[in-house]
Protein backbone atom coordinates (compact mmCIF):
# COMPACT_ATOMS: atom_id res chain seq x y z
CA UNK A 1 0.00 0.00 0.00
CA UNK A 2 1.54 3.26 -0.96
CA UNK A 3 2.06 5.55 2.17
CA UNK A 4 -0.62 8.89 2.03
CA UNK A 5 0.40 11.98 0.11
CA UNK A 6 1.62 14.23 3.30
CA UNK A 7 0.62 17.17 0.98
CA UNK A 8 -3.05 16.08 0.90
CA UNK A 9 -3.97 17.54 4.44
CA UNK A 10 -1.80 20.75 3.60
CA UNK A 11 -3.58 23.16 1.87
CA UNK A 12 -1.15 24.96 0.85
CA UNK A 13 0.52 22.23 -0.62
CA UNK A 14 -2.13 21.26 -2.49
CA UNK A 15 -2.22 24.48 -4.16
CA UNK A 16 1.51 24.22 -5.11
CA UNK A 17 3.06 26.92 -2.84
CA UNK A 18 4.74 29.02 -1.92
CA UNK A 19 4.51 30.82 -5.42
CA UNK A 20 7.20 33.81 -6.18
CA UNK A 21 5.96 36.92 -8.09
CA UNK A 22 7.62 39.37 -9.24
CA UNK A 23 6.85 42.98 -11.21
CA UNK A 24 9.82 44.09 -13.42
CA UNK A 25 9.82 47.31 -15.06
CA UNK A 26 12.61 49.17 -16.45
CA UNK A 27 13.81 51.10 -12.94
CA UNK A 28 13.03 48.68 -10.44
CA UNK A 29 12.44 44.76 -9.77
CA UNK A 30 9.89 44.04 -7.14
CA UNK A 31 9.26 40.32 -5.41
CA UNK A 32 6.66 38.94 -3.27
CA UNK A 33 5.87 35.46 -2.02
CA UNK A 34 2.24 33.97 -2.20
CA UNK A 35 2.00 31.34 0.76
CA UNK A 36 -1.22 30.96 2.20
CA UNK A 37 -4.64 29.70 0.69
CA UNK A 38 -5.64 33.05 0.61
CA UNK A 39 -3.74 34.73 -2.85
CA UNK A 40 -2.12 37.59 -0.44
CA UNK A 41 1.46 38.59 -1.50
CA UNK A 42 3.42 39.04 1.26
CA UNK A 43 7.55 39.31 1.94
CA UNK A 44 7.83 42.58 -0.94
CA UNK A 45 10.94 43.39 -1.54
CA UNK A 46 12.39 45.97 -4.66
CA UNK A 47 15.60 45.25 -6.12
CA UNK A 48 17.23 47.88 -8.27
CA UNK A 49 17.61 46.69 -12.33
CA UNK A 50 20.71 48.38 -12.64
CA UNK A 51 22.00 46.05 -9.40
CA UNK A 52 21.76 42.89 -10.82
CA UNK A 53 22.79 41.40 -14.57
CA UNK A 54 19.79 39.56 -14.87
CA UNK A 55 16.37 38.33 -13.31
CA UNK A 56 18.14 35.16 -12.20
CA UNK A 57 20.62 37.10 -9.85
CA UNK A 58 17.89 39.55 -8.72
CA UNK A 59 15.50 36.31 -7.62
CA UNK A 60 18.66 34.40 -5.83
CA UNK A 61 19.30 37.95 -4.09
CA UNK A 62 15.93 37.90 -3.22
CA UNK A 63 15.11 34.62 -2.32
CA UNK A 64 18.80 34.77 0.18
CA UNK A 65 16.84 37.71 1.89
CA UNK A 66 13.71 36.13 2.38
CA UNK A 67 15.53 32.42 4.01
CA UNK A 68 11.86 30.71 3.47
CA UNK A 69 10.80 27.71 2.01
CA UNK A 70 12.00 27.71 -2.17
CA UNK A 71 9.07 28.35 -4.76
CA UNK A 72 7.48 26.15 -6.54
CA UNK A 73 5.69 28.25 -9.33
CA UNK A 74 6.37 31.88 -10.00
CA UNK A 75 4.69 35.02 -12.85
CA UNK A 76 6.93 37.90 -13.64
CA UNK A 77 5.33 40.61 -14.69
CA UNK A 78 7.37 42.59 -17.15
CA UNK A 79 7.94 45.59 -19.00
CA UNK A 80 8.58 44.36 -22.27
CA UNK A 81 6.89 41.91 -25.00
CA UNK A 82 5.94 38.27 -24.31
CA UNK A 83 5.26 36.50 -27.11
CA UNK A 84 8.80 34.58 -27.44
CA UNK A 85 10.77 32.64 -25.24
CA UNK A 86 13.05 34.82 -25.25
CA UNK A 87 12.54 37.98 -22.89
CA UNK A 88 14.63 41.12 -23.81
CA UNK A 89 13.03 44.22 -22.03
CA UNK A 90 12.84 47.38 -23.62
CA UNK A 91 14.24 49.86 -21.12
CA UNK A 92 16.46 47.75 -19.81
CA UNK A 93 19.37 45.59 -20.10
CA UNK A 94 17.66 42.65 -18.61
CA UNK A 95 16.88 39.61 -20.78
CA UNK A 96 16.02 36.01 -20.28
CA UNK A 97 14.63 33.29 -21.81
CA UNK A 98 11.84 31.87 -19.86
CA UNK A 99 12.37 28.30 -20.51
CA UNK A 100 16.26 28.26 -18.89
CA UNK A 101 14.98 30.34 -15.73
CA UNK A 102 11.85 27.91 -15.03
CA UNK A 103 14.79 25.26 -15.06
CA UNK A 104 17.48 27.17 -13.06
CA UNK A 105 15.00 28.26 -10.57
CA UNK A 106 13.54 24.39 -10.18
CA UNK A 107 10.19 25.71 -10.54
CA UNK A 108 7.16 23.71 -11.63
CA UNK A 109 5.70 26.67 -13.71
CA UNK A 110 6.54 30.19 -14.73
CA UNK A 111 4.30 32.14 -16.15
CA UNK A 112 5.83 35.51 -17.99
CA UNK A 113 3.40 38.32 -18.64
CA UNK A 114 2.96 41.96 -19.79
CA UNK A 115 3.47 44.49 -16.48
CA UNK A 116 0.60 46.05 -17.54
CA UNK A 117 -1.57 42.42 -18.01
CA UNK A 118 -0.65 41.84 -14.63
CA UNK A 119 -1.86 45.40 -13.29
CA UNK A 120 -4.94 45.01 -15.47
CA UNK A 121 -5.35 41.56 -13.84
CA UNK A 122 -5.57 43.39 -10.52
CA UNK A 123 -7.81 46.14 -11.36
CA UNK A 124 -11.67 44.44 -10.31
CA UNK A 125 -9.98 43.51 -6.95
CA UNK A 126 -8.93 47.46 -5.95
CA UNK A 127 -10.52 48.96 -3.01
CA UNK A 128 -10.72 52.65 -2.34
CA UNK A 129 -7.94 52.35 -0.14
CA UNK A 130 -5.60 51.89 -3.17
CA UNK A 131 -7.36 54.18 -5.40
CA UNK A 132 -7.60 58.52 -5.76
CA UNK A 133 -10.59 59.08 -8.49
CA UNK A 134 -11.87 61.86 -10.28
CA UNK A 135 -15.49 61.80 -8.45
CA UNK A 136 -17.19 58.20 -8.76
CA UNK A 137 -14.77 55.50 -8.46
CA UNK A 138 -14.37 52.87 -11.24
CA UNK A 139 -16.90 49.61 -10.76
CA UNK A 140 -15.46 45.86 -11.86
CA UNK A 141 -17.76 45.33 -14.51
CA UNK A 142 -17.95 45.18 -18.25
CA UNK A 143 -14.85 46.44 -19.44
CA UNK A 144 -11.60 48.45 -18.03
CA UNK A 145 -8.28 49.92 -18.97
CA UNK A 146 -5.07 50.63 -17.55
CA UNK A 147 -2.69 53.29 -19.06
CA UNK A 148 0.61 53.90 -16.80
CA UNK A 149 3.41 56.33 -17.20
CA UNK A 150 6.74 55.07 -15.52
CA UNK A 151 10.08 54.33 -17.12
CA UNK A 152 7.71 53.46 -20.27
CA UNK A 153 4.01 53.92 -20.82
CA UNK A 154 2.18 50.60 -20.51
CA UNK A 155 -1.69 50.22 -21.70
CA UNK A 156 -3.77 47.19 -20.96
CA UNK A 157 -7.39 45.94 -20.22
CA UNK A 158 -9.09 43.13 -18.59
CA UNK A 159 -12.95 41.66 -19.98
CA UNK A 160 -15.12 40.50 -17.72
CA UNK A 161 -16.11 36.70 -19.13
CA UNK A 162 -18.65 33.92 -17.95
CA UNK A 163 -14.92 32.17 -16.44
CA UNK A 164 -13.78 35.15 -15.04
CA UNK A 165 -11.61 38.02 -16.29
CA UNK A 166 -9.73 38.04 -18.73
CA UNK A 167 -6.42 40.28 -19.43
CA UNK A 168 -5.45 42.11 -23.03
CA UNK A 169 -2.08 42.10 -23.70
CA UNK A 170 -0.99 44.44 -25.88
CA UNK A 171 1.81 47.08 -26.88
CA UNK A 172 -0.57 50.03 -26.62
CA UNK A 173 1.93 52.99 -25.41
CA UNK A 174 3.87 52.43 -29.17
CA UNK A 175 0.55 53.65 -30.60
CA UNK A 176 1.12 57.06 -32.34
CA UNK A 177 0.26 60.05 -30.45
CA UNK A 178 -1.92 62.75 -31.41
CA UNK A 179 -2.19 66.57 -31.18
CA UNK A 180 -5.48 68.49 -30.34
CA UNK A 181 -4.51 71.61 -30.45
CA UNK A 182 -2.03 74.14 -32.59
CA UNK A 183 0.83 73.89 -29.75
CA UNK A 184 0.74 70.35 -29.94
CA UNK A 185 0.89 69.82 -34.03
CA UNK A 186 4.32 72.54 -33.59
CA UNK A 187 5.54 70.10 -30.85
CA UNK A 188 5.24 67.31 -32.67
CA UNK A 189 6.67 68.00 -35.72
CA UNK A 190 9.79 69.40 -33.29
CA UNK A 191 9.87 65.94 -31.99
CA UNK A 192 9.69 64.25 -35.16
CA UNK A 193 12.23 66.62 -36.40
CA UNK A 194 14.44 63.96 -34.29
CA UNK A 195 12.51 60.86 -34.61
CA UNK A 196 10.62 59.41 -37.06
CA UNK A 197 7.63 57.76 -34.99
CA UNK A 198 6.30 60.09 -31.71
CA UNK A 199 4.60 57.22 -30.31
CA UNK A 200 2.91 57.86 -26.89
CA UNK A 201 5.95 56.63 -24.58
CA UNK A 202 8.19 58.99 -26.66
CA UNK A 203 6.75 61.70 -24.67
CA UNK A 204 4.69 60.22 -21.99
CA UNK A 205 6.79 58.48 -19.42
CA UNK A 206 10.20 58.65 -17.74
CA UNK A 207 12.19 58.57 -20.50
CA UNK A 208 10.01 61.05 -22.68
CA UNK A 209 9.26 63.32 -20.02
CA UNK A 210 13.07 65.48 -20.51
CA UNK A 211 12.07 65.09 -24.69
CA UNK A 212 8.92 67.05 -24.16
CA UNK A 213 10.24 69.36 -21.88
CA UNK A 214 13.31 70.12 -24.51
CA UNK A 215 10.95 70.01 -27.09
CA UNK A 216 8.02 72.32 -25.21
CA UNK A 217 11.22 74.78 -24.67
CA UNK A 218 12.15 75.10 -28.57
CA UNK A 219 8.32 75.67 -29.76
CA UNK A 220 8.38 78.58 -27.37
CA UNK A 221 11.58 80.37 -28.12
CA UNK A 222 13.58 79.00 -25.00
CA UNK A 223 16.82 77.35 -24.88
CA UNK A 224 16.61 73.66 -23.96
CA UNK A 225 17.77 73.11 -19.99
CA UNK A 226 18.49 69.44 -20.11
CA UNK A 227 16.95 67.83 -17.25
CA UNK A 228 16.15 64.81 -15.91
CA UNK A 229 12.29 63.76 -15.31
CA UNK A 230 12.46 64.00 -11.15
CA UNK A 231 14.17 67.35 -11.71
CA UNK A 232 11.32 68.56 -14.00
CA UNK A 233 8.68 67.26 -11.77
CA UNK A 234 9.96 68.42 -8.62
CA UNK A 235 11.06 71.92 -10.47
CA UNK A 236 7.91 71.91 -11.89
CA UNK A 237 5.43 71.30 -8.78
CA UNK A 238 7.69 73.21 -5.96
CA UNK A 239 10.43 74.67 -7.47
CA UNK A 240 8.56 77.93 -9.14
CA UNK A 241 10.46 76.94 -12.84
CA UNK A 242 7.47 78.08 -15.44
CA UNK A 243 8.83 75.83 -18.11
CA UNK A 244 9.08 72.69 -15.88
CA UNK A 245 5.29 73.60 -14.33
CA UNK A 246 4.05 74.09 -18.29
CA UNK A 247 5.80 70.53 -19.51
CA UNK A 248 3.98 68.61 -16.46
CA UNK A 249 0.38 70.98 -17.80
CA UNK A 250 1.00 69.07 -20.88
CA UNK A 251 1.58 66.19 -20.11
CA UNK A 252 -1.47 65.35 -18.02
CA UNK A 253 -2.96 67.21 -21.28
CA UNK A 254 -1.49 64.97 -23.54
CA UNK A 255 -2.07 62.21 -21.15
CA UNK A 256 -5.87 62.49 -21.36
CA UNK A 257 -6.34 62.35 -24.41
CA UNK A 258 -4.74 59.70 -25.52
CA UNK A 259 -6.41 58.01 -22.43
CA UNK A 260 -10.00 58.87 -23.90
CA UNK A 261 -8.02 57.24 -26.89
CA UNK A 262 -7.57 53.71 -25.12
CA UNK A 263 -11.10 54.18 -23.46
CA UNK A 264 -12.79 54.66 -26.74
CA UNK A 265 -10.90 51.92 -28.02
CA UNK A 266 -11.81 49.03 -25.45
CA UNK A 267 -15.17 50.32 -24.31
CA UNK A 268 -13.74 50.70 -21.12
CA UNK A 269 -17.27 51.77 -19.69
CA UNK A 270 -16.26 50.76 -16.34
CA UNK A 271 -13.57 52.83 -16.00
CA UNK A 272 -10.10 53.95 -16.64
CA UNK A 273 -7.07 53.83 -14.54
CA UNK A 274 -3.80 55.48 -14.26
CA UNK A 275 -1.07 53.32 -13.39
CA UNK A 276 3.07 54.01 -13.43
CA UNK A 277 4.92 55.82 -11.27
CA UNK A 278 4.90 59.72 -12.28
CA UNK A 279 0.71 60.68 -11.77
CA UNK A 280 1.07 59.38 -8.14
CA UNK A 281 3.87 61.79 -7.54
CA UNK A 282 1.46 64.77 -8.88
CA UNK A 283 -0.93 64.76 -6.41
CA UNK A 284 -3.14 67.49 -6.33
CA UNK A 285 -1.84 68.82 -9.43
CA UNK A 286 -2.60 66.15 -11.60
CA UNK A 287 -6.45 65.73 -10.33
CA UNK A 288 -5.94 70.15 -11.35
CA UNK A 289 -4.74 69.35 -14.93
CA UNK A 290 -6.74 69.47 -17.82
CA UNK A 291 -6.12 65.46 -17.71
CA UNK A 292 -9.90 64.59 -17.40
CA UNK A 293 -10.96 67.91 -20.08
CA UNK A 294 -8.88 66.34 -22.47
CA UNK A 295 -9.96 62.57 -21.65
CA UNK A 296 -13.70 64.07 -22.70
CA UNK A 297 -12.86 65.98 -25.47
CA UNK A 298 -13.78 63.63 -28.50
CA UNK A 299 -16.43 65.50 -30.31
CA UNK A 300 -19.37 63.61 -30.74
CA UNK A 301 -18.24 60.86 -28.26
CA UNK A 302 -17.97 63.45 -25.44
CA UNK A 303 -21.10 62.25 -23.75
CA UNK A 304 -20.02 58.60 -23.90
CA UNK A 305 -16.72 59.46 -22.22
CA UNK A 306 -18.45 61.50 -19.52
CA UNK A 307 -19.76 57.96 -17.95
CA UNK A 308 -16.40 56.69 -18.00
CA UNK A 309 -14.71 57.23 -14.39
CA UNK A 310 -11.06 57.82 -13.96
CA UNK A 311 -8.77 57.05 -11.20
CA UNK A 312 -5.07 56.99 -9.93
CA UNK A 313 -3.73 53.78 -8.80
CA UNK A 314 -1.87 54.96 -5.90
CA UNK A 315 -1.39 51.07 -4.68
CA UNK A 316 2.66 50.84 -6.35
CA UNK A 317 2.20 47.00 -5.69
CA UNK A 318 -0.88 45.99 -7.32
CA UNK A 319 0.42 44.29 -10.19
CA UNK A 320 2.23 41.67 -7.94
CA UNK A 321 -1.12 41.02 -7.02
CA UNK A 322 -2.43 40.83 -10.40
CA UNK A 323 0.49 38.22 -11.11
CA UNK A 324 -0.58 36.12 -8.48
CA UNK A 325 -4.25 36.05 -9.71
CA UNK A 326 -2.48 34.99 -13.53
CA UNK A 327 -1.06 32.03 -11.00
CA UNK A 328 -4.36 31.27 -9.66
CA UNK A 329 -6.18 31.39 -13.33
CA UNK A 330 -3.27 29.02 -14.36
CA UNK A 331 -3.68 26.49 -11.54
CA UNK A 332 -7.78 26.33 -12.09
CA UNK A 333 -6.94 26.09 -15.95
Not at 21 to 42: E, H, K, L, Q, Y
Amino acid sequence: MNAPDPRSKDPAAALGLPWLVADIGGTNARFGSVDGPDGRVTDIATFAVADHPGPAQAVHAYLARRGAARPRKAAFAVATATHADEIAFTNSHWRFSRRALEAELGLDALLVLNDFEALALSLPRLGAAQLRAHGALPSARGTLAVVGPGTGLGVSGVVQTAQGWVALAGEGGHATLAPADELESRLLDAVRAEHAHVSAERLLSGIGLPLLHAALARVQGRAPETLETSAIVERGLHGGDAGARATLELFCALLGGFAGNVALTLGARGGLYIGGGIVPRLGDFFFASRFRARFEAKGRLSTYLQAIPTAVITDTLAALAGAAHALEQHRAG
